[in-house]
């Protein structure tokens, strides 16, 4: 069956420090993967989504990156953290563009 | 770009009682997808629906794609202090591509 996690489940970091947040999704291959940003406002804000191994399509214009290294490794960068840039972080996969998304348990980033 | 309206935003019911939630577009679906968010984790899907009018249920939850596919229902019965989180609706159209998802209900159950 197939599984996704992501690390760290929470992360408090300074203003200015960097950020890396990974994601694998075992037992498939190919995955469609996405990052998603949960504010306290609570609406999923998709971030990145990736069709394949360096393929990247960003959503919005912001202060983070990702990168798909390896098939299933999906990982979400920034080099200098910002204070807007807390929130809830959260990875999902899915098969093709047919079917839903599972998403991963998620990350709560706190900039301070 | 595609929207999609979902209502209520926020509900308080007491235990036992039924619940209804909704979503609306503004343009044709063909897929319809209900997830349940507990507090600190991602959403799970809860019920999948792929056809215009179909009605699917998962335990005490249904949910029916609308006949005009530009909206889809769901209902908890005899709600219990675990159906507490956010529900978030979830639709793609016909070209297929990514999920467009409610800003989510958010569901208390008192006991």
């Known amino acids: 069956s197939q599984t996704i996690h992501q690390w760290p489940a929470t992360l408090v970091q300074p203003v200015g420090s960097p950020l890396s947040l990974e994601c694998t999704v075992e037992?498939?291959?190919?995955?469609?993967l996405y990052w998603y940003r949960q504010a306290a406002g609570r609406g999923l804000q998709l971030l990145f989504y990736s069709v394949g191994i360096g393929q990247i399509s960003s959503e919005v214009p912001q202060n983070l990156s990702a990168s798909r290294p390896q098939d299933r490794q999906f990982i979400l960068s920034s080099k200098k953290l910002l204070l807007s840039d807390s929130g809830f972080y959260l990875c999902?996969?899915?098969?093709?563009?047919?079917?839903?998304?599972?998403f991963g348990s998620g990350t709560r980033l706190t900039v301070v | 770009g595609q929207q999609l309206n979902q209502s209520p935003q926020s509900m308080f019911i007491q235990e036992g009682e039924d619940v209804s939630m909704n979503c609306t577009s503004s343009?044709?679906?063909?897929?319809w997808l209900w997830y349940k968010q507990d507090p600190g984790e991602g959403p799970v899907l809860l019920i999948a629906l792929y056809k215009a009018g179909e009605l699917t249920s998962n335990g005490r939850l249904t949910a029916q794609f609308g006949i005009t596919r530009k909206d889809s229902f769901l209902n908890i019965s005899a709600s219990i202090p675990s159906d507490v989180g956010i529900y978030f609706c979830?639709?793609?159209?016909?070209?297929?591509?990514?999920?467009?998802f409610g800003q989510g209900t958010e569901l208390s159950v008192k006991p």
């Open positions: 999902a996969w899915s098969l093709d563009r047919h079917y839903g998304y599972t």
């Open positions: 037992g498939t291959s190919n995955p469609n």
């Open positions: 979830a639709g793609r159209g016909n070209q297929g591509g990514k999920l467009i």
């Open positions: 343009s044709i679906f063909n897929t």
